[in-house]
């Protein structure tokens, strides 16, 4: 049995909330909350009251002094209020060793993550307005605890020159903004990277490279994505067939991350210069 606590003030659709608190909570798991107020029609903690309610998950509300809460909400028999002078640190301090802390990430306040881990780096914490996508402390999300020592030189990022912003909107908010710090961007938040990104999109676009007339080969297609089985004497090269097994793999095990995200990027990217190259 373990104790979850839903933080943050985040949006996000209820199909993704109610299915990542449906993975997330356990037979026999409880919640805790923190009252922000009465929730707003068709919000991200709206949904999580629903799933409290329809699954009668126990669930403890945290609230400060002379917050009102209302009678129906203290009626429902899985659920406890309890008073308590930081509503906040309580429901982190509830969670326990097996328990998470599931977070509604907020882009207009960054500093709720950075509450969370000030309060304790050891939580496992899960994006709930993500699919549940793990969030690590880091530069982006808390400050160190102490002055930082000298690291060495970070490697230079293989994702492309540019995005475009459909597919930084896909992207979750943790590469995006790992996305931004290689490319330089003032801004610490999704909406403010992508906002960045557009501005230079509009001033440089990417030339595409010299056509090929060479006959094209015969192919073979692994999940949409199209790789010649021969090539001609002149463009062949040693890694291959390396790097359609390496391809494969990739695709099957349908990694997450930073790194995941840009791969599958650049896979379809070159999956487009592939199929313009064939002339498809």
Not at 51 to 69: A, L, M
Not at 242 to 251: G, H
Not at 262 to 271: E, I, N, S, T, V
Request: aromatic share 6%.
């Amino acid at each position: 049995m373990a104790t979850h606590a839903v933080i943050g003030t985040g949006t996000a659709p209820s199909k993704v909330i109610m299915d990542g608190l449906a993975e997330a909570v356990e037979d026999g798991d409880t919640l805790s909350l923190v009252w922000t107020g009465a929730p707003e029609e068709g919000s991200a903690i709206e949904s999580v009251y629903a799933f409290v309610k329809d699954s009668e998950t126990p669930t403890t509300v945290y609230h400060e002094d002379g917050q009102n809460i209302p009678q129906a909400l203290r009626s429902w028999d899985n659920v406890s209020v309890v008073k308590t002078r930081q509503p906040f640190a309580s429901a982190l301090d509830s969670v326990s060793d097996d328990g998470v802390v599931l977070f509604l990430w907020n882009d207009d306040k960054p500093d709720e993550i950075h509450g969370v881990f000030d309060h304790s780096e050891s939580y496992n914490v899960m994006e709930l307005s993500n699919g549940l996508c793990p969030i690590i402390p880091g530069d982006d999300t808390a400050p160190p605890a102490s002055p930082p020592t000298p690291e060495p030189e970070p490697r230079k990022s293989k994702a492309p020159k540019l995005l475009s912003i459909d597919e930084l909107q896909v992207m979750t908010a943790v590469a995006v903004k790992q996305y931004g710090q290689d490319m330089g961007c003032e801004s610490k938040t999704k909406s403010g990277i992508i906002e960045e990104i557009a501005a230079r999109l509009e001033t440089e676009v990417p030339s595409p490279p010299e056509s090929v007339t060479e006959e094209p080969a015969p192919v073979v297609k692994v999940d949409n994505v199209s790789f010649p089985t021969t090539k001609p004497e002149s463009t062949a090269s040693d890694w291959d067939e390396e790097l359609i097994d390496l391809t494969k793999d990739f695709l099957n095990q349908r990694q997450t991350g930073f790194e995941a995200d840009m791969a599958h990027l650049a896979l379809g990217q070159a999956r487009l210069w592939m199929l313009k190259a064939l002339n498809r």
